[in-house]
Structure formats: C-alpha cells, structure tokens
C-alpha cells in the first residue's frame, strides 16, 4: 500500500505571496492532519480535517487554511507569507479521527520564504 | 538532510549497547502518550505508544515506560544498531484532541 505523499517536496515563495500544499493519505484512511516543524518551535499542530471538515486546530493565525475533498486528499493555504513560514510542513494520515489513531506521516513540503 | 532542531538534546551510543531516551510531558490529564523516529529527509515514524492506564509497554526491541507521578516517559532501545540514528520525539494528548510533540533527542551510534 502506498504511503502518504506530499507535493511538492520543495517549494521557494517571497514574501507576500501564497502557497497551496498537497497531502494524499494512504488509500482508506479517512484524516489527514498537517504539522509545521521548525527547528525553534518543533513539530506544531496545524489541523485535522476528516470527512472534509475541520475537526481540530492548532494555535496558528487565519493565514493557515486547508480542506479536504470527498477521496480524502488534502490541501493547506498559507496566504501573505512571512519569513517565518519558513518550515517543513508534514501531513499524516489515519484511519480515522482522533490523536490516539496511529498517524502515518508523509516525506513534508520544505516552504522557503525569501 | 533534515535538520529538526539547532540545539537538541543529543545521546551518544555504542553500536550493540542499550539506549534510553527520556521525555517530560507538560500535561497531567495527558492520557495518551507516542514515540516517533525521525530519520534525516523523511517524516517521523511510528514506534510505539502507551495509555496512561499502563506504566510499561513493550514492542520489538523498544520498551517505553510511564512514570504519571513525575510525568517522565522513556523510550528503551535494546541492542542500538546503527540504523536505529534518528531524532527521537515524545507526543502526548488528551481527550484525542491533537498531538504536542516534545523537542526532540538526537540518537547517535558510534560503530
């Protein structure tokens, strides 16, 4: 079975622009959560989508959105990049809802703000 | 390769010796606790959990223990081989809402 994918795997923006990332769970599982992993703050908590609905959320500013769609993958918006957007921005999936669900997570998109 | 943190807390091991990663958690009504290994370029892995309910839990060469009382939890890795060089983070939740990863230890193996 096919891990969780992430596109792209790298990605250069400015300042000001936007960018769309793309998470594919591994077929059947039903949630997706996103993460931002920097090396001062760590791994932090975006969201958690299931059944194309936002569950849980994170502490990030409204710059940070996402979806889902009816197969599950999952898209994250960040609007008016700052350098500190600068990250590894990791998707996992599960089966189903939840933190206790064992999440699989994918290879990340590496964001670099200039 | 991956560079997860400036400044982790970083342990160093012989190649065939036992390691022990230590974790504090923040939380006391944690009650739900996960280890990940995170190999440089890829996304943390799965290793092993634990519910507050139990204070010891054992997988294929990893042991994790639970101490509630001081809110420490450890990962034990029996026979460190190489491939076993990762960052290693704690997460803990409550009430299934979301993961709060800890910092992170750097696992280094010395042939």
């Known amino acids: 079975k096919a891990g969780v994918t992430q596109t792209p795997r790298y990605l250069i923006k400015t300042r000001g622009q936007q960018v769309t990332l793309s998470c594919s769970p591994i077929s059947g599982h039903r949630s997706v959560s996103w993460y931002q992993q920097t090396p001062g703050q760590g791994l932090q908590f975006l969201f958690e989508y299931f059944s194309e609905t936002q569950r849980n959320k994170g502490n990030f500013p409204g710059r940070f959105s996402g979806r889902q769609f009816s197969n599950s993958r999952s898209e994250m918006n960040v609007s008016t990049l700052e350098l500190g957007d600068s990250a590894l921005y990791l998707c996992?999936?599960?089966?189903?809802?939840?933190?206790?669900?064992?999440?699989?997570f994918g290879p990340g998109t590496r964001l670099l703000v200039l | 390769g991956e560079s997860v943190g400036l400044h982790l807390p970083t342990l160093s091991v012989q190649e065939g010796d036992n390691s022990i990663i230590n974790c504090a958690y923040s939380?006391?009504?944690?009650?739900?606790f996960i280890w990940y290994k995170q190999e440089s370029g890829k996304g943390p892995q799965f290793i092993i959990d634990i519910r507050s309910n139990m204070d010891k839990r054992q997988g294929q060469r990893v042991t994790v223990l639970l101490n509630k009382t001081v809110k420490h939890l450890s990962l034990q890795i029996a026979a460190t081989q190489p491939g076993d060089s990762a960052v290693y983070f704690c997460a803990e939740t409550w009430g299934a809402q979301k993961l709060v990863f800890g910092q992170g230890t750097r696992l280094t193996i010395n042939p």
């Open positions: 939380n006391s009504a944690s009650d739900y």
């Open positions: 996992a999936s599960s089966l189903n809802e939840g933190a206790t669900e064992t999440q699989y």
